[in-house]
Structure formats: structure tokens, C-alpha cells
């Protein structure tokens, strides 16, 4: 009998799926919220005549939309709590670091790369190559990577591709 | 005659063709290295080939597609991981083969049958690209485009989402995406904010490198953990014999015939045509017994069913503009840039540009073949190489290759913002697809939503607004309704997407398959298969 009896409905509990789904899902409605009253105040040069699409009227149909769908989100959210995470691996200690560390070396790239260009008397050295291999070296290291070669190798083999390939081949102006 | 004269002429320069084997090459790394998807390598490719000559850049990008299909069986068949998500259904019989000493031959068999695959679709592509074309472009007007818009954006939600809710707020936030810029029709500025790099609308490229390549990085950065599973190193003998090939036969026609009509649906990719195609393969097969346990037609069957996609999501994404899957809406971003727009039109204007793509997908199918033919054990090497290596390479690739599509470090930015925004829809499980879909074709649907409203007050309902606009509009709505009911009428726990209940159902039969094998052989214990299918 007890094989078959219906087992008792699980408590709803306010998991950290849960909590993460109710944040971004309130963002999000937020966001769509924000975008339905800016679509009302885009400035128009001329009305559109009437039944017919101005400016406004595409946003402003998204933009409704988007209010009722996050709503509903929200509110099934709080009424059903997140849907089990089955198919998501989980997040592991130390991953955060890894993903805040590689954004802000990313963005200490990108401001060492706006630098112009080292000029020295009768010679050009280009920041985009340094700023590079210094970004992959940071990157290793912070990914756990310790052997000096290819700390040493590697960053530079990369920069020097990258500047060969843009650079050279492409001509981008790096 | 002209235009094959010209299509074929096309392909013979050398820099296309240098093209061509740097895709193909590039592709087959892509695909046995886990975690890289062909989606993300095109996506940042897409960023070398914008000043490269449409054909080129096709090369490029088309023989990635085509090269990945053929490097992704190479891990899903010696680490149980699937390369791309296209290899998935592989790793059902590819793995336990792998473990019978077999690695070698289900190795060759896949590649052969890979191409026999990609090689039909081409076939499909060919025959049915242009009367599609010329079929849409007689009949399609606004309504009709307008609903073959939200048709495609419908049916990508209801494949890719496992809550119909977060897959369609992800299509509207891609939609409200496309409105950022000067409204097409009378100029006016749309969210600009006075920036003057947001007058022309977010750059493409940055949102899908962004969404796809640096929001995949991010999330193996947080959830990376260090594998015990090594690569199986005896990989035995390579060639099948007769029998064994006689024996793949029902299975390749069963694979390809429904490889090919899956390849046809809008947004529905390899991944679901390999499971769909392993399960038919296993109906009609004369031992289904052995599926799941290392058949020689699973694995045949599951290789020709996802290549066999290519040339259907080709034919889509060319002759309607509705993008066949992931990899082929990236692509449509490219030959917008360059000047080339996907549709109804493409090939009365270009009609060579048939000719070359046939060309460029034969060509990268045959090279892929005798690549991987050659260098299978030199593949196998690939699956050593430290991730801290590929995370960095990566990251500087997609910030290098961002900033080439405009030269201006915001764009960079825009691509970060993304990654980030992309990492925390991969987390709550809002899909990707959608949102890039509709960013991309959400100018064309108001541009024809407008113009149809236009129409309307002059002229009857009926005449505007034809039957087949009316029945794309209810496809459209089935393809979110029947999803969302379904999955209402679950337990919750059970719900998924579509790609995901599949996957579920043939690993649990596989799983089953090989519990009965181990039972039969070592009663002390069986072990389940598919632990580490998640990867890709």
C-alpha cells in the first residue's frame, strides 16, 4: 500500500533559485516598465495618420507586452517558486572570483588599449600588443595557471598572433 | 548557365579558398574541443570576415558549420561529451562503443556517415532553395512576411524554452532590442539617448559574441570543475567491413530522412534531429536491443539525422530569411553587412550565390571528411589541451574580433554588457535564441506590420491579408500553446524544452540498454551513461 500511496506535496520553500528568478524577473519587469514610458515620450516629427504605425506604436505595443509577461513571471514566481534547475550545472567555489576577476581584467584591457601609442625618438611602440600579453598572463594566473613558460610563451604567442592577423592581414587600426 | 558559370568561377579564387580550409579547420577544433559551440565560433568569426568579399566570408563561416559536425563526434566518442550540442545523440552509442575497443571504428563510421548526411542535405538545398524562394517571393507580401516573422520567433521559443513565459519575454526583449536606433520610415530617434553610436541600433555582432560566446566563457568559468575523465586511448581498428556497413544502411536512410525534414522547421537544430533520428532508427531496426549498448546503427543513425540538418536550415535561412538554427541567424547578421540580405529576393538577385554556397558546403563536407579520416588520432591529442589556455585565447579573440566590426572600444563594451546579461539568462534558464532572433528580425516585422496596416483601411480583410499569412499567424500561436499546455500537464519536475525532454527520454532508454548488458555480463553493478552530456 505504501508503495503506491501519492507522496504529500513538497513544502514550497523560498530556495536560491527561487530568489535569483524573483530578482531578475522584478528587473525585468522594471526594464519593461521603464521602456512602455519612454516608447510614450519618444518625440515624433509628424503624427501618423490614423490606424496607421508611428514611431511609437511598435515600442509601445513591446513595451505593453513586455509588462504583462514579466507580471506574469513575477507572479508565478512568487506563487510556484523557480523551476528545478535540472538541465544548469551548479555553481562551483571559486567560480565568481573567476568570472569577476576575467570581467575587470577585461576592462583594465580595454583601458590599458585606449592608451596611445608609446612614441620615443625614432621609434613607435604600440600599446595594443603589450596590453595584451599582459592581459593573458593575468588571465592565467588568475585561472590557476603557475608554470612560467606558459605564463612567459604563451601571452606572447597570442598577442603576436592577434597583432599579425588583425593588424597586418586585416588592417585594422588597433 | 551564367550563374553557375559565375557561382562556380567565384569559388575558384585562391583566397577563397584559403578561406574555405581556415573555416574548415578552424571548425574541426571547434567541435572536439567541449564547451566551444559552432554558434560561438561563428559568432566571433563573424567579426574577421566584415571586410572580406561575401563569398569569402561564406567560405568562412559555411565550412565552421559544416567542419564542426564533423570534429564534435570526437569527444562525445571517447570522454561520453558531446563537442557541440549536435552530438549529443552520439554519445548514446559512440560512448559504449568507445569502451569495447571500438573508439576507431565508430570514429570512421560517424565521419562517413556524417557526410552522407551533409551530403543529402546539400541535394535537398539545391533542389528546393530557389522554387521556395520563388514560391515566397510570388506570394509573399507584408502580411505575409510579418507572419513568417513571428512564425520563426514563435517556433524558437516553443524548441528552445523550458518556460513558454521566459521564452517569450526573451523574444520581446530582443524585439524592444531591435527598436533601438532611427525608426526606418520617418527617421525619428528611438532610445538613442543622444549617443550617436546607438543612431544605427545596437551592433549585432557585439550582442551575439556577447549572449553566445562570452556568456558560454562565463558560465564554465563558474561552474568549471576539474575532470577525472580521461579520453579512451585504445581506439582499436578503423575500418568497418561489409557486413557492418550493410548493416548502417536502414539506419543512414532512417537518420537522413528525418535529419532533412527536421533541418526544414524553422530553429530546430542537430540536437533534436540525432535523438529523433537514434529513436526512429531504433523502431525499425531488426536488433533494437543492441541501441544504447554500442549499435553500429545508433551511432549511424544519430550522425546522419543531426548533419543531415545543414542543408534544411540553410534552405530556410537563404530563401525565407528565417534562420534554420542558431549558427544560421548569426550568419544572416554577416551577409547583412556585407550587403546581402537573406529572402524571398536573394537568389532572383544572386542567383550564382546558390551555386557557391553548394559549393563551399560540398567542398568543406569533402576536405572535413578526409581531415577527419587522416587526423583522427591527432584529434584526440586536442582534448588534453589546459583549459586556462582556451578561456584566455577565447576572451582576447572575442574582444579583438568585437572591436574589428567597428574599430571602437564601446562596441567592445556593448559585447561584455551582454556576456554578463547572457551569463544571468543562461543561469534562470531563459534561452538565448530568441532574444537574438528577435533583434534581428525585428525592424523586418515592424517595417511589415506597418505597411499592412497601411494597406488595410483601403481594401477588404480578406484580400490584404491571405490564407497563408492567417495560417503562419495560428502556427505560430500552436507552436507556443502546444508546448505550454504539454508542459502544464506535467509534473513539474519533468518539464523541459523539447531539445531536453528528447535528450532525457534516450538517455533514460540507453541507460536502460546498458543496465540490462551489464546485468547480463557483471551482476555486480552497471554504471549509467551520459554523466557528463551537459557540457556543451
Known sequence: ?174 | MNAFVDGISALLELNVIIALVVGMVLGMLVGAFPGLTATMVVALAAGFTMTMEPVQGLAVLLSIYVAANFGDRVPSILVNTPGTPASIATTLDGYPMAKQGKAGLALTVSALVSAVGILASIILFCAAAVPIASFARSSFKSPELFALVVFGIAVMIGISSKSMIKGILGGLIGLMLGTVGAYSATADQRFTFGVLELQEGLNFIAVIIGLFGIAELFDQLLTHTKSSVRPISSLGRWWPNRSELRQTGRAVAVGGSVGLGVGLIPAAGGDIAGLIGWERARRVSKTPERFGKGSLEGLAAADTASSATLGGSLTTTMALGVPGDSVMAVMIGSMIIWGIAPGPSLFTNRPDLVVSIAGIMLLATLLSLGLSLVRMKGMVRLLDVPQPYLWSGILIFCIVGTYATTNSLSTVLTMLVFGVVGLVFKRIEMPAGPVVLGLLLGPLAEENLARTLAILPTRPFLEVVSPIALALLALAVLSVVVPAVRSAMRSRRDRGSLAERLREEAEAEAAEAQTDQTDQTDPAGATAPGADTRRS
Open chain 1, 1 to 174: 500500500m505504501t508503495d503506491t500511496a501519492p507522496a504529500p506535496a513538497p513544502a514550497r520553500r523560498w530556495t536560491r533559485d527561487t530568489a535569483m528568478d524573483l530578482v531578475v524577473s522584478i528587473a525585468l519587469l522594471a526594464l519593461a516598465i521603464a521602456y512602455l514610458v519612454l516608447s510614450s515620450q519618444i518625440e515624433l516629427r509628424r503624427e501618423a495618420a490614423p490606424g496607421q504605425m508611428d514611431a511609437r506604436a511598435w515600442p509601445i505595443f513591446l513595451g505593453v507586452a513586455a509588462v504583462v509577461t514579466a507580471g506574469l513571471l513575477v507572479l508565478r514566481t512568487m506563487l510556484r517558486g523557480a523551476d528545478p534547475r535540472d538541465e544548469i550545472e551548479t555553481a562551483q567555489p571559486g567560480g565568481l572570483l573567476r568570472v569577476g576577476g576575467t570581467m575587470a581584467i577585461a576592462l583594465a584591457y580595454l583601458a590599458l588599449w585606449a592608451v596611445n601609442d608609446l612614441v620615443l625618438p625614432g621609434i613607435r611602440i604600440p600599446v595594443f600588443p603589450i596590453a595584451t600579453a599582459v592581459a593573458v598572463a593575468a588571465l592565467l594566473l588568475l585561472y590557476g595557471h603557475r608554470g612560467w613558460k606558459g605564463l612567459v610563451i604563451y601571452p606572447i604567442a597570442l598577442a603576436a598572433l592577434n597583432w599579425v592577423l588583425f593588424a597586418m592581414l586585416l588592417r585594422i587600426p588597433l
